[in-house]
């Protein structure tokens, strides 16, 4: 078991027969009906629903859904499968619903069965679609700023466009492990951005260095995709917060927008301790 009691930081046991987790101070933790379990107390909520919202997180599982980004998920677990074919805990910090774990998952070596998954991220409408999609993987409604992560409990773990601070990765990683980073790249749905913004400008993105560790691999990931779906147009502007950012006469225009031919680019960036 990977996840430690937010409250006093000792190790959670999962209770199946009371379908919860508990730690040795008896602090407990229901696991909701959809799998999940929330493990931020009420006390360090900063809003009642923090994180994406319900239609960010429907329109990204959606597009996911539709194989727009394959080819990150298939990159990922190249890297995986290079650097460390032997990790037995994955832990993605900003899982959202839960789809790079589930490809990831599938493209495992036969010999990996044993490998475990976790999720985290602070929407509980994203955790509890995670949950849902595949009960053999673990999650948990949490903080990336406050993880609820054993001290050396992760051999991998994910950081896909998804902020945490650099110390609460450190703590969470095993000596050996790998801390897995995916950024924007300069040029990424530039096409998009170039339809909300009159002056688009390209990302400041290439990472050379987190504190405390040292870059072994990096990869450059472009690719030009053709979405020809009403649907999944409209999906990938609302899984954006570019979409949410524009006007209102300027979100119409976009939600009638047929098909989109955009470039994505993404920079995969690969760290040890």
Known sequence: MLWMCPICHSPLQHQSQHKNFRCSNNHCFDIAKEGYCNLVPANQKNSKNPGDSKAMIQARRLFLGAGHYQHLADALSAMIIRHHPTANNILE???????????IDA???????????????????????????????SYSVASSFNMPVLADGGDIIIRNFAPAPSE???????????????????????????????????????????????????????KTIHINVASEVSALLQMTPYYWQTSAEDQLKLDQLKQLECQTDFVISVFKQ
Do not use: M, W
């Open 107 to 137: 493209a495992s070596q036969p010999n990996q069965d044993t490998r475990q998954y976790h999720g985290l991220d602070i929407s509980k409408e994203a955790v509890k679609l995670a949950a849902r999609a595949n009960k053999s993987h």
């Open 168 to 222: 609460q990765i450190q703590r969470a990683l095993s000596d050996d492990g790998l801390f897995i980073v995916v950024t924007p790249g300069q040029h990424h749905l530039f096409q998009l951005r170039e339809l909300i913004y009159r002056s688009a400008k390209p990302h400041e993105s290439d990472i050379t260095g987190v504190e405390g560790f040292n870059l072994i691999d990096q990869q450059h990931l472009s």
């Open 93 to 103: 910090v900003g899982c959202g619903e839960g789809y790079y774990l589930r490809q």
